[in-house]
């Protein structure tokens, strides 16, 4: 059974547990997460294995692509910035970002290239 390594604040034990449980019944081969809240890392917790034959244990170094995970963050970014008045998205993404314009892109508004779904 894979081994869940590192530091959980027990406010958060849950993700372990959770993670735990994925590894268990193999639901993931491997993972990491790591959250720091106000500077301080709250939760910094690897398992598993990296590679299929489950014979290279993940460390706490081990280094993976995290695929499409900026586009959540992105999108809630922008929600929060257009909430606080902040960003149009009607406005050419030019007026906030001159260099994105360049190339024939001047006229492209923010709403063309963000959506939430």
């Known amino acids: 059974m894979a081994k869940t390594n590192g ?4 406010t958060f034990s849950s993700v372990r547990e959770a993670l735990e449980q994925q590894l268990k019944q193999e639901t993931e081969l491997g993972a990491s997460i790591c959250v720091n809240i106000d500077g301080k890392n709250v939760i910094d917790l690897w398992g598993g294995y990296t590679d299929v034959a489950r014979s290279r244990p993940w460390k706490e170094y081990t280094v993976t692509v995290a695929w499409s995970c900026s586009k959540v963050v992105t999108s809630l970014a922008v929600v929060i910035l257009i909430d606080r008045g902040l960003l149009d998205p009607n406005e050419k993404v ?3 970002w001159p260099e994105f ?3 024939g892109k001047v ?3 923010v709403s063309w290239i963000w959506t939430t779904a």
């Open 7 to 10: 530091y959980c604040d027990p």
């Open 94 to 96: 030019s007026t906030y």
């Open 101 to 103: 314009g360049i190339n």
């Open 107 to 109: 006229n492209i508004k």
